[in-house]
């Protein structure tokens, strides 16, 4: 079965760390580029951050950029997002999302159903 | 950043009845415009890649329309499946760009 497993998602304070994984399966991994989506309580959606297949190419979106990095183990078909400097306003549902597309456009074909992130005190 | 704005915030339709939603972007985006579908407590699902291409198992009820600037979703016999948050993405520049979304619910 084709799906993507996201965990590490918890309370954590202003200014801690944490760190989500997403577990992929029933895919050809390395083909595919991949990015972490969130959604803030009552919000819609934000895309925070893309990874190339190849891993070399990484994209963050300014609200988080200097603060996250995004990586991945092709050999375990894991994605990760560290996560440093956390605020109030990171407070989400995180969701790995893939883009197994012709033409490798970013475009998401197969969502996860999200790790929750609570940043307070 | 490219602005993706969504019309309306919410509709409400009566099962059977046509749904049109829009998507407008602040710059053009060509073809490089994605819808999904999301119900609560659920993964969002592609609906549109394209503008205008189905992804699979997506039913010919769902069609999506336009490119540059100005896009449409319609569904043109709602289900009760169909009930759900509808966002448009566009693809073409970074950062990529999600709409607000709109929210079909029963009239």
């Known amino acids: 079965e084709v799906q993507l497993l996201e965990s590490g998602g918890g309370l954590v304070q202003p200014g801690g760390s944490l760190r989500l994984s997403c577990a992929a399966s029933g895919f050809t991994f390395s083909s595919c580029v991949m990015s972490w989506v969130r959604q803030a309580p009552g919000k819609g959606l934000e895309w925070v951050s893309g990874?190339?297949?190849?891993?070399?190419?990484?994209h963050f979106a300014d609200s988080v950029k200097g603060r996250f990095t995004i990586s991945r183990d092709n050999s375990k078909n894991m994605l990760y997002l560290q996560m440093n400097s956390l605020r109030a306003e990171d407070t989400a549902l995180y969701y790995c999302?893939?883009?197994?597309?012709?033409?490798?456009?970013?475009?998401?074909?197969?969502w996860g159903r999200g790790t929750l992130v609570t940043v307070s005190s | 950043e490219i602005v993706m704005t969504q019309s309306p915030a919410t509709l409400s339709v009566s099962p059977g009845e046509r749904a049109t939603l829009s998507c407008r972007a602040s710059q053009s985006v060509s073809s490089h415009l994605a819808w999904y579908q999301h119900k609560p407590g659920q993964a969002p699902r592609l609906l549109i890649y394209g503008a205008s291409t189905r992804a699979t198992g997506i039913p010919a009820r769902l069609s999506g329309s336009g490119s540059g600037t100005e896009f449409t979703l319609t569904i043109s016999s709602l289900q009760s499946e169909d009930f759900a948050v509808y966002y448009c993405q566009q693809y073409n520049n970074w950062p990529l760009t999600f709409g607000g979304g709109t929210k079909v619910e029963i009239k």
């Open positions: 999302a893939k883009g197994c597309t012709p033409g490798g456009y970013w475009y998401f074909d197969l």
């Open positions: 990874i190339s297949g190849s891993g070399d190419t990484t």
